[in-house]
């Protein structure tokens, strides 16, 4: 077994090595999927197999004892030497293999669920979302709002609420499922949902913006147009870039693309049934729909909610809309 538990760890070694130095793409809810399914196998052995073996042999070992100590004393010997204490107490003791198998499961199972099934932390790598999300933000995205699903599959167990517009969905990027992107949602299926000129129309009723101070961008050391837009009930911020066009260059050959017509004011798309229309707060340094297509149903991963760190400027801890 100790053999055996080597190779299976330094597989999960190598996974996770090949996963940091980008041979692989990874993916972490196969990973401790795997994990929780090993260490709950070890920690079965161990309950039911390895843990009765060792306590029949420390038991035994005491029976033994006790029998020498009645045999010596029966010759009148009362003084015994030989404590079997520190025996006993290695033979019960876990073996390295199972402490590092059996010994994690409670914590790598508590993990599993927490993170399939509530709630899930991410860290923001870019700045698609400011002003609402900064880089390095780490976040908490909910799990079960839009309906809890399977991990690893994300098969969908329950229905859940609808997103609405205005919601901050973490989702499966659809031209590759394994990386998870975040965005807002803009719109709904069968919406039809118009970037023109840097003004966002859906079903014909332009969205309610005003001006707000500027926003200074400490990374590019720059100020950046601010708006302040109502989707739905819900207001947020967005910045815009006067310098840069309205355009999309370079949009992929997506599913669904008959259903937008590109210019050089922008882009209208109509929004397929199941699908959702995502668009990042800073929107013109954004890579979303407009580029690469709609969200399927099937990759929305959860909403976030709240900020519970940045190490670079600790205020962000809150929630935000």
């Not at 996770?16 to 709950?40: E, H, K, M």
């Not at 659809?174 to 975040?182: A, C, E, F, G, T």
């Not at 919406?191 to 913006?209: E, F, P, S």
């Not at 937008?260 to 199941?274: A, D, H, N, Q, R």
């Amino acid at each position: 077994m100790q053999a055996l538990t080597s190779a299976v760890l330094a597989a999960f070694a190598a996974y996770a090595g090949s996963w940091y130095f980008g041979l692989v793409d990874g993916n972490f809810a196969l990973l401790l999927f795997l994990a929780s399914v090993v260490t709950g196998a070890y920690w079965l052995a161990e309950r039911f197999y390895f843990l009765p073996q060792r306590q029949q042999a420390a038991a035994m070992l005491e029976a033994s004892d006790i029998q020498r100590r009645a045999d010596l004393g029966k010759m009148g010997i009362t003084q015994v030497d030989g404590d079997i204490t520190d025996a006993k107490t290695r033979l019960l003791m876990q073996p390295w293999w199972l402490d590092w198998t059996a010994g994690l499961f409670p914590v790598i199972i508590a993990v599993f669920f927490l993170r399939s099934f509530l709630v899930e932390p991410f860290k923001i790598p870019s700045g698609s979302m400011i002003p609402t999300l900064l880089v390095g933000d780490l976040i908490l995205v909910n799990k079960f709002t839009y309906g809890l699903r399977l991990p690893v599959v994300n098969t969908k167990l329950t229905e859940g609420n609808a997103p609405k517009r205005g919601d901050v969905m973490v989702f499966r990027y659809p031209p590759k499922p394994s990386l998870d992107y975040i965005k807002r949602v803009v719109g709904l299926p069968g919406d039809q949902v118009a970037y023109i000129n840097k003004r966002l129309t859906i079903n014909g009723q332009a969205v309610t913006t005003s001006s707000v101070p500027e926003f200074f961008d400490e990374d590019a050391m720059r100020y950046f147009k601010q708006l302040e837009e109502q989707l739905g009930d819900k207001k947020h911020r967005l910045l815009n870039d006067d310098e840069r066009p309205a355009f999309v260059p370079g949009a992929d050959n997506f599913v669904g693309r008959d259903g937008c017509l590109y210019s050089v004011e922008g882009v209208t798309c109509k929004v397929p049934e199941g699908h959702y229309f995502m668009m990042g707060d800073n929107r013109d340094n954004s890579l979303d729909s407009r580029y690469w297509g709609f969200v399927p149903e099937k990759n929305i991963v959860g909403k976030a909610f709240f900020v519970w760190m940045n190490f670079s400027n600790p205020k962000r801890i809150g929630s935000f809309d």
